[in-house]
């Protein structure tokens, strides 16, 4: 087969643009509208929660006007012979009837309602929890987890608390003031419609100014709040750094100074709330009152009953409990809108590597060649890290890279992996260009033993079986004994249910090292990268793995990066990097007979290991034929 290059690629279709961007702050309905589809799932339960809302409220008024019924019934002079009668059972019977239709369908609105906020709550934190995990490195490299952690925390419980405010509460209250308001204007002179309307608009009007000022406080409280909790657990994470060099009172004054800010916005927060309950409470007090006046002179007028003013009491007390509570709410709905809106903002984040619309798998027949196409890369415009690099890894071959820090080794790793998309160039594996194929499948394709690892807050056996989940206990322990770690792990107390803590700080350097070897070695994938995957382990152990890595290469398409070079002797082809350039390339003999930068590092490294045992053991390519 011809070998391809990057003038024969075709070009890869073009990536999806961003998302619509998220709300704006203070645009409340783009926010409620991003809930609609959720909701739209569910549009039956909603419907069925909607007519017992209706039915609970319609219960409701209808208690004032049966005991007006039952005063008008009662209010008999002394010696009138209607007194003789029974009490009027039909309407007490009524009355306690509407009183359990009332907590009836408000439970039942409860029951039928409440799965479906649960369920969508938990539908869009996955989904917000989905979009974090596909955004780009880049964007975790910037963002600092605590407070990212912390947004999406309050987001998740701010869509509970609005959908149930909004049918438990708003809608209830709106239909109640509607059947209210609606009664006084068809039962009694204009009047009583007018005050209470009028009261209605004040309040409504007071309550959204003053919740609406009050909303920079929140807004400021959520900012120190998520400040504070990401310098914790920053804090804590570095527990060990912290305590090396002496820091607790550094970090508990770093702490302290965004608790301090968030009690002063909290403060005001409160204060300012005080201050809307006077003015609700004074609106509703000034109602009330003139109501039940307009009552009064209508008794003594004779134009109204008893019962009648009973009954515009008893509407007044109904409707002045929702309007007191609308106020606690509207600030309640106004808060969750704000903590939903770093969650949209989340959501609305930019994939900056996302897969092709239709893109396929990536098809593979056996260890597949790897190819870099004159590649420019860089971390930010202004910032290059690579310089037109072009190299092959054969299929089934090793190739290493070496050069000094800064060079640009590990980044050829993170473009392999797609984490980022190249500037110039492409990259292919097995003849196909890395953006035209799907990420999972990519990804599936190769293994890395990194230099740094990092495990997860769980068992042994766990972070093994994090190669290939599903693994059982039998491939796990044959992955572990590969990487010779099945004896330690055997030795522990409690084998490979051993908890490693947080970032595996349980376990030593090497003993990390070999869980991602072994977490590698289960994957089995077809290519493999090594990064430094030796670096934290001693000489014996070293020239073990060493061997161990060197047969599992055997049959893969294997790219080394080191620092060593004895550890890559012995590999098909050794690439020298400087600068992001590949300044030199060749077998380890041909390198040295050139007498260029790779023969200078090895004379400095072999200096620097005078006096030391001369280097034993298998290297990485012991295994592999001679190219």
Same mark, same amino acid.
């Given at each position: 087969?011809?070998?391809?290059?990057?003038?024969?690629?075709?070009?890869?279709?073009?990536?999806?643009?961003?998302?619509? @961007?998220?709300?704006?702050?203070?645009?409340?309905?783009?926010?409620?509208?991003?809930?609609?589809?959720?909701?739209?799932?569910?549009?039956?339960?909603?419907?069925?929660?909607?007519?017992?809302?209706?039915?609970?409220?319609?219960?409701?008024?209808?208690?004032?006007?049966?005991?007006?019924?039952?005063?008008?019934?009662?209010?008999?002079?002394?010696?009138?012979?209607?007194?003789?009668?029974?009490?009027?059972?039909?309407?007490?019977?009524?009355?306690?009837?509407?009183?359990?239709?009332?907590?009836?369908?408000?439970?039942?609105?409860?029951?039928?309602?409440?799965?479906?906020?649960?369920?969508?709550?938990?539908?869009?934190?996955?989904?917000?929890?989905?979009?974090?995990?596909?955004?780009?490195?880049?964007?975790?490299?910037?963002?600092?987890?605590?407070?990212?952690?912390?947004?999406?925390?309050?987001?998740?419980?701010?869509?509970?608390?609005?959908?149930?405010?909004?049918?438990?509460?708003?809608?209830?209250?709106?239909?109640?003031?509607?059947?209210?308001?609606?009664?006084?204007?068809?039962?009694?002179?204009?009047?009583?419609?007018?005050?209470?309307?009028?009261?209605?608009?004040?309040?409504?009007?007071?309550?959204?100014?003053?919740?609406?000022?009050?909303?920079?406080?929140?807004?400021?409280?959520?900012?120190?709040?998520?400040?504070?909790?990401?310098?914790?657990?920053?804090?804590?994470?570095?527990?060990?750094?912290?305590?090396?060099?002496?820091?607790?009172?550094?970090?508990?004054?770093?702490?302290?100074?965004?608790?301090?800010?968030?009690?002063?916005?909290?403060?005001?927060?409160?204060?300012?709330?005080?201050?809307?309950?006077?003015?609700?409470?004074?609106?509703?007090?000034?109602?009330?009152?003139?109501?039940?006046?307009?009552?009064?002179?209508?008794?003594? =007028?004779?134009?109204?009953?008893?019962?009648?003013?009973?009954?515009?009491?008893?509407?007044?007390?109904?409707?002045?409990?929702?309007?007191?509570?609308?106020?606690?709410?509207?600030?309640?709905?106004?808060?969750?809108?704000?903590?939903?809106?770093?969650?949209?903002?989340?959501?609305?984040?930019?994939?900056?590597?996302? =897969?092709?619309?239709?893109?396929?798998?990536?098809?593979?027949?056996?260890?597949?060649?790897?190819?870099?196409?004159?590649?420019?890369?860089?971390?930010?415009?202004?910032?290059?890290?690579?310089?037109?690099?072009?190299?092959?890894?054969? @299929?089934?071959?090793?190739?290493?890279?070496?050069?000094?820090?800064?060079?640009?080794?590990?980044?050829?790793?993170?473009?392999?992996?797609?984490?980022?998309?190249?500037?110039?160039?492409?990259?292919?594996?097995?003849?196909?260009?890395?953006?035209?194929?799907?990420?999972?499948?990519?990804?599936?394709?190769?293994?890395?033993?990194?230099? =740094?690892?990092?495990?997860?807050?769980?068992?042994?056996?766990?972070?093994?079986?994090?190669?290939?989940?599903?693994?059982?206990?039998?491939?796990?322990?044959?992955?572990?004994?590969?990487?010779?770690?099945?004896?330690?792990?055997?030795?522990?107390?409690?084998?490979?249910?051993?908890?490693?803590?947080?970032?595996?700080?349980?376990?030593?350097?090497?003993?990390?090292?070999?869980?991602?070897?072994?977490?590698?070695?289960?994957?089995?994938?077809?290519?493999?990268?090594?990064?430094?995957?030796?670096?934290?382990?001693?000489?014996?152990?070293?020239?073990?793995?060493?061997?161990?890595?060197?047969?599992?290469?055997?049959?893969?398409?294997?790219?080394?990066?080191?620092?060593?070079?004895?550890?890559?002797?012995?590999?098909?082809?050794?690439?020298?990097?400087?600068?992001?350039?590949?300044?030199?390339?060749?077998?380890?003999?041909?390198?040295? @007979?050139?007498?260029?930068?790779?023969?200078?590092?090895?004379?400095?490294?072999?200096?620097?290991?005078?006096?030391?045992?001369?280097?034993?053991?298998?290297?990485?390519?012991?295994?592999?034929?001679?190219?």
């Amino acid at each position: 087969m011809r070998r391809s290059s990057a003038a024969d690629l075709p070009l890869p279709p073009p990536v999806p643009g961003a998302p619509p @961007a998220p709300p704006a702050a203070g645009s409340d309905w783009s926010t409620l509208r991003r809930l609609g589809p959720y909701l739209w799932r569910w549009r039956w339960r909603v419907g069925l929660a909607l007519a017992c809302l209706i039915a609970a409220k319609g219960a409701n008024i209808g208690v004032p006007l049966v005991l007006k019924q039952l005063v008008d019934a009662l209010d008999l002079k002394p010696g009138d012979p209607r007194s003789v009668l029974a009490v009027p059972v039909a309407l007490l019977l009524a009355y306690g009837a509407l009183r359990v239709s009332v907590t009836l369908f408000t439970e039942l609105r409860e029951f039928v309602f409440y799965p479906v906020a649960a369920r969508v709550a938990r539908n869009v934190s996955l989904e917000a929890f989905e979009h974090l995990l596909a955004l780009s490195l880049r964007f975790h490299l910037t963002r600092q987890t605590g407070g990212v952690s912390r947004d999406m925390e309050r987001g998740s419980r701010a869509i509970v608390s609005l959908l149930n405010y909004t049918v438990y509460h708003i809608v209830p209250t709106a239909v109640e003031i509607t059947l209210v308001i609606g009664l006084l204007a068809s039962r009694f002179d204009g009047w009583f419609a007018a005050i209470a309307f009028g009261a209605l608009g004040c309040y409504v009007g007071f309550t959204v100014t003053v919740t609406e000022w009050r909303t920079r406080f929140r807004r400021a409280m959520n900012e120190q709040d998520s400040r504070a909790n990401t310098r914790a657990i920053d804090a804590l994470l570095n527990y060990e750094t912290v305590k090396v060099f002496g820091n607790e009172a550094f970090e508990q004054r770093r702490y302290d100074d965004n608790l301090r800010q968030l009690e002063r916005a909290s403060v005001k927060s409160q204060t300012s709330l005080s201050l809307l309950n006077l003015g609700q409470s004074l609106i509703i007090a000034v109602a009330v009152t003139l109501l039940v006046w307009r009552a009064t002179v209508g008794v003594v =007028d004779g134009t109204m009953t008893l019962g009648d003013l009973v009954l515009v009491n008893a509407l007044m007390i109904q409707l002045y409990m929702p309007l007191n509570f609308l106020g606690v709410l509207y600030r309640e709905i106004k808060q969750s809108l704000i903590d939903m809106e770093k969650m949209w903002t989340l959501l609305g984040e930019h994939r900056e590597v996302a =897969d092709a619309p239709g893109a396929p798998a990536l098809a593979l027949q056996g260890p597949p060649a790897v190819a870099f196409h004159h590649v420019d890369f860089g971390y930010e415009p202004q910032r290059r890290i690579l310089h037109d690099v072009s190299f092959e890894i054969p @299929a089934g071959r090793t190739v290493a890279v070496v050069g000094p820090s800064g060079s640009g080794k590990s980044t050829l790793a993170r473009l392999l992996f797609r984490f980022y998309d190249v500037d110039g160039g492409a990259i292919t594996v097995g003849g196909q260009d890395l953006r035209a194929v799907t990420q999972a499948s990519l990804r599936q394709a190769i293994g890395i033993v990194p230099q =740094d690892t990092v495990l997860f807050n769980d068992t042994v056996e766990y972070n093994i079986a994090y190669g290939r989940p599903g693994a059982d206990r039998a491939a796990v322990e044959a992955a572990a004994r590969s990487a010779h770690i099945h004896d330690f792990i055997a030795r522990s107390p409690r084998g490979y249910e051993t908890m490693v803590g947080e970032r595996g700080l349980k376990l030593s350097g090497g003993e990390k090292q070999r869980v991602a070897i072994a977490r590698t070695l289960l994957k089995d994938p077809p290519v493999m990268v090594f990064d430094e995957a030796t670096s934290a382990l001693d000489s014996a152990n070293e020239r073990a793995i060493q061997a161990e890595l060197a047969r599992v290469a055997r049959d893969r398409t294997t790219l080394v990066v080191a620092h060593r070079l004895s550890t890559v002797v012995d590999a098909h082809q050794i690439l020298v990097m400087e600068h992001g350039r590949i300044v030199e390339r060749g077998t380890h003999v041909e390198l040295l @007979a050139a007498d260029g930068a790779y023969a200078r590092m090895w004379r400095l490294q072999q200096q620097g290991r005078a006096g030391a045992p001369a280097d034993g053991g298998s290297t990485l390519a012991e295994a592999v034929p001679a190219a």
